[in-house]
């Protein structure tokens, strides 16, 4: 089959596309024609060699989120048949394969049926970042109607969605964007309001928004600095939930308020085999909540190939990118 490989870590330059074995099934898996995947942050981290942990031995292929059609079923499995269409985060870590092949086998219990009403190139666009987003939130977070929510990165990749599945829910949802066009965005995905951080600082649209209350719940997507901004954000007692937090914070804020900080990291149950099945299960109450209608990919307009993934990873580290970017498969 043909794949896109990394030999050695290092720029988006290290891609080779190659000739390479077709994967064998083998119990507990399924082998997956894949026709499209996603690029995602931890995608280019992996690539860099920015993640060692995580990342899988060299040579690799790598990318985790895939959509396709199922080719063959291992000993074992009853959810998936043969032609079945699915999709998932299935892999392009340590000790799995990635998407960027014409092939790729996946664990099945990483996988879900994928929802009829949304193409191949949507639903490669979910799977990471609407695990991360729903365990951040319900798992985490604890999400319950009526409650307020402050989400940062509107437009981002986990941002958006989480938008979606936080109205799903029935809070009260408040998002921070860049620009009017990405606060519009955030209005059609569901908020109640969008903020321009640029043009507002925290302490006035905590007090336009909340009267100075604060956020019950604050969902931070970016990190760094906008960490510290979450802190500042959310009220007495409240509950600040991150997914960038690989950095070094003033700790007192928390302590100040009472907050309860809680840090997300999909990847750690892709890597601890016995919690793969609750992917699996998640990804398919989020299936239906796409197919209810109340969910759906905010998709760049700008679609790569397989054949040019080098140049999906520059644009997604260019920052210009709104929503998710879509690589297809036409192998």
């Known amino acids: 089959m043909k794949a896109q490989m990394i030999k050695e870590f290092g720029d988006s330059s290290v891609f080779q596309l190659v000739e390479t074995e077709k994967p064998e099934v083998i119990s507990g898996h399924v082998l997956i024609k894949v026709a499209a995947t996603s690029v995602n942050p931890i995608d280019t981290k992996v690539r860099s060699g920015a993640v060692p942990a995580a990342a899988p031995e060299l040579p690799a292929i790598i990318h985790g989120d895939v959509a396709g059609i199922v080719e063959a079923v291992g000993e074992g499995i009853t959810d998936f048949k043969v032609g079945d269409e699915v999709f998932g985060c299935a892999g392009g870590f340590r000790g799995t394969g990635g998407a960027l ?7 099945a219990a990483l996988l879900a049926h994928k929802p009829k009403n949304i193409s191949m190139e949507e639903a490669a666009a979910i799977p990471l970042v609407a695990i991360t987003a729903w365990e951040a939130i319900f798992e985490k977070g604890k999400l319950a109607a009526g409650q307020d929510i402050l989400i940062h990165g509107a437009t981002g990749g986990v941002g958006h969605i989480a938008i979606q599945l ?35 600082s925290v302490q006035e649209y905590v007090e336009q928004y909340t009267n100075g ?11 760094g600095k906008n960490l510290d901004y979450s802190f500042e954000a959310a009220a007495i007692n409240g509950t600040v939930l991150a997914i960038a937090a690989r950095s070094t914070h003033d700790l007192s804020p928390l302590h100040s308020k009472g907050l309860s900080l809680h840090v997300e990291f999909m990847l750690l149950k892709i890597l601890n085999k016995e919690k793969r099945k609750d992917h699996g299960a998640a990804l398919t109450k989020i299936a239906t909540i796409i197919e209810e209608g ?38």
């Not at 209350?213 to 990190?223: A, L, P």
Request: hydrophobic share 40%.
């Open 101 to 107: 092949a014409q092939y790729m086998l996946a664990d």
């Open 166 to 200: 936080a109205k799903w829910a029935g809070a009260k949802v408040y998002t921070t964007a860049s620009s009017p066009k990405k606060m519009e965005l955030a209005k059609e995905l569901g908020a109640d309001a969008a903020i321009n951080y640029k043009e507002q």
């Open 213 to 223: 209350r604060g956020f019950s719940v604050v969902f931070d997507t970016v990190g």
């Open 294 to 331: 109340k969910l759906r990919p905010l998709i760049d307009k700008k679609v790569f190939t397989f054949d040019n993934v080098s140049e999906a990873h520059d644009y997604l580290q260019s920052g210009k990118a709104i929503g998710k970017i879509i690589l297809k498969n036409t192998w």
